[in-house]
């Protein structure tokens, strides 16, 4: 599949713009970003895209940035090079590094090796990497555990690090689910199923100890129900792919199915919450 790739330069330049610009991009169907000097590099499924896909970018309208931005369609097999140029290894909590395989081999407790491709999940991005940390600090031996929206299964595999012995991933985007298959196997992982679809798919199962979803807002609201219909009394529920002031929505959301509020992490304005499924 071909990708559209939206060049943004962002003046003056501003980390906080560019997150705003990531979030609202993503809104629209853009799904893979890399930070750039001048600003972004955005990336959206050719079939999604249109002419006026920017046309409710309301970062494009406000006067205190001057954002310019040229786009042109990319192939697929492009995307290793754009990696290979700005993918550099992160560290969480130096506990864990996220590296690819063109890179050193790491000394953490935790090592992940992957080959992003076009799919969304390096760690880089503050949602990813909060919801590693939340992970880190979870006892997850023999427990069952979903990853909705997997993209490159960097969560799903820290999931198996982290003790999980029965882990389902799920993803719409088809080179998400085939790049996935591919960290799995590249990290000798040999509990994670992964498969083509939505919250739809859910349907088949019950019973998730544990559930990570790092989507977006409106993904989020629609499906905490599907994800409190299939998870366990006492079940965790990890959300990310939000900012602060969305929280409240995100957590009265649970708080209707059934789901109470235990923490969150903040990085940036981006946020990450811990939910519990109360009997």
Same mark, same amino acid.
Request: glycine share 4%.
């Given at each position: 599949m071909n990708y559209v790739e939206y060049d943004f330069t962002i003046t003056p330049t501003s980390e906080t713009a560019a997150e705003i610009l990531v979030a609202e991009l993503a809104e629209v169907g853009f799904e893979s970003f890399v930070d750039t000097e001048r600003g972004l590099l955005a990336y959206v499924q050719e079939p999604l895209w249109h002419k006026d896909i920017l046309n409710d970018i309301y970062l494009l309208q406000n006067s205190d940035y001057h954002i310019t931005y040229s786009y042109k369609t990319i192939q697929q097999v492009n995307w290793n090079e754009e990696w290979e140029k700005n993918f550099s290894p992160i560290t969480v909590g130096d506990l864990c590094t996220v590296r690819a395989t063109f890179h050193e081999a790491a000394n953490t407790p935790y090592e992940i090796i992957i080959d992003p491709k076009m799919s969304f999940g390096t760690g880089h991005h503050e949602t990813t990497y909060m919801m590693l940390q939340f992970l880190l600090k979870e006892d997850l031996s023999h427990k069952k555990v979903l990853d909705m929206g997997c993209g490159t299964s960097? /969560?799903?595999?820290?999931?198996?690090?982290?003790?999980?012995?029965?882990?389902?991933?799920?993803?719409?985007?088809? $080179?998400?689910?085939?790049?996935?298959?591919?960290?799995?196997?590249?990290?000798?992982?040999?509990? !994670?199923?992964? %498969?083509?679809?939505?919250?739809?798919? /859910?349907?088949? @199962?019950?019973?998730?100890? @544990? !559930?990570?979803?790092? !989507?977006?807002?409106? !993904?989020? /609201?629609?499906?905490?129900?599907?994800?409190?219909?299939?998870?366990?009394?006492?079940?965790?529920? %990890? %959300?990310?792919? @939000?900012?602060?002031?969305?929280?409240?929505?995100?957590?009265?959301?649970?708080?209707?199915?059934? /789901?109470? @509020?235990?923490?969150?992490?903040?990085?940036?304005? $981006?946020?990450?919450?811990?939910l519990k499924k109360t009997k």
């Open positions: 960097v /969560l799903a595999i820290m999931a198996e690090k982290r003790g999980a012995t029965d882990v389902t991933a799920i993803d719409i985007d088809e $080179w998400c689910v085939e790049n996935s298959a591919e960290n799995i196997a590249r990290n000798a992982c040999k509990h !994670i199923q992964v %498969l083509l679809g939505d919250a739809s798919a /859910l349907a088949q @199962f019950n019973h998730f100890d @544990f !559930i990570i979803a790092n !989507i977006n807002r409106n !993904i989020l /609201l629609s499906d905490i129900p599907l994800y409190s219909n299939v998870l366990a009394d006492e079940g965790i529920l %990890l %959300l990310s792919g @939000f900012y602060e002031s969305d929280m409240p929505a995100i957590v009265e959301k649970a708080k209707e199915c059934g /789901l109470s @509020f235990v923490e969150n992490i903040e990085r940036n304005n $981006w946020v990450a919450v811990k």
